[in-house]
């Protein structure tokens, strides 16, 4: 994901929808991608009002345009905001999802790093200067980097993207579906490849040789 992704933020409906239903058999690591390479997005707010619309008319989910401020707006602060703070032992997606809400919900300007810091910091429950030392460890940067180069290997050009694995090795990757309905069928298929394994060999041992 990247932190600031519309198509991320309405893929969470979905991915939270499938964690009720499945519990602890889905276990989810979230990884950024970030966009732009980390730089300028380089088009206007007038013409992300534009993508939002065409957004909300394929997904029915209305999202606030209000943080754009400019063509030099980056979405490279929220993400090492949210990166910093699992670095920091927060390993749950709450400090990204306070990040993305107060963007594309209430309008924040969360491009700017000030606005970022203070979101992500409340939404973790530690101060601003704890947030901003672990953004400054060249280790958090490079961890987005590393991340950022998977998803680039995987030659997929589109976030949200999941990449499904199961314990028999079975592998399904999805970049830019979203639908509840879609990650559920991916999902529901390799819990019941994995279970008809575990069936089998419980009453049939593999042979050593």
């Known amino acids: 994901v990247?932190?600031?992704?519309?198509?991320?933020?309405?893929?969470?409906?979905?991915?939270?929808r499938l964690r009720?239903?499945?519990?602890?058999?889905?276990?989810?690591?979230?990884?950024?991608?970030?966009?732009?390479?980390?730089?300028?997005?380089?088009?206007?707010?007038?013409?992300?009002a534009w993508y939002y619309r065409r957004n909300a008319l394929v997904t029915g989910v209305t999202l606030n345009t209000a943080w754009r401020e400019s063509v030099a707006d980056t979405t490279w602060h929220?993400?090492?905001?949210?990166?910093?703070?699992?670095s920091l032992g927060i390993e749950d997606d709450r400090v990204r999802r306070a990040l993305t809400r107060a963007a594309m919900v209430?309008?924040?300007?969360v491009g700017r790093r000030d606005v970022a810091v203070a979101i992500a910091a409340s939404a973790a429950g530690i101060s601003a200067a704890e947030l901003e030392k672990a953004m400054d460890d060249p280790r958090t940067a490079a961890r987005m980097n590393e991340t950022t180069a998977e998803f680039k290997a995987l030659?997929?050009?589109?976030?949200?993207?999941?990449?499904?694995?199961?314990?028999?090795?079975?592998?399904?990757i999805l970049s830019g579906l979203y639908t509840y309905e879609?990650?559920?069928?991916?999902?529901?298929?390799?819990?019941?490849a994995a279970d008809g394994y575990a069936s089998f060999i419980a009453q049939n041992p593999e042979p050593k040789q």
């Not at 602890?24 to 013409?47: C, H, N, Q, T």
């Not at 030659?155 to 399904?172: C, H, M, S, W, Y």
């Open 78 to 86: 929220a993400n090492l905001a949210a990166q910093a703070a699992r």
């Open 106 to 109: 209430n309008g924040k300007h």
């Open 20 to 48: 009720a239903e499945l519990g602890a058999r889905l276990e989810v690591e979230w990884r950024i991608a970030f966009l732009f390479d980390g730089g300028p997005m380089g088009y206007s707010p007038e013409k992300n």
């Open 182 to 192: 879609t990650l559920a069928a991916c999902a529901r298929e390799m819990l019941a």
């Open 2 to 16: 990247d932190v600031l992704s519309s198509w991320s933020f309405v893929a969470e409906q979905a991915l939270d």
């Open 155 to 172: 030659k997929l050009e589109v976030q949200p993207a999941f990449v499904f694995r199961n314990e028999i090795g079975d592998t399904a």
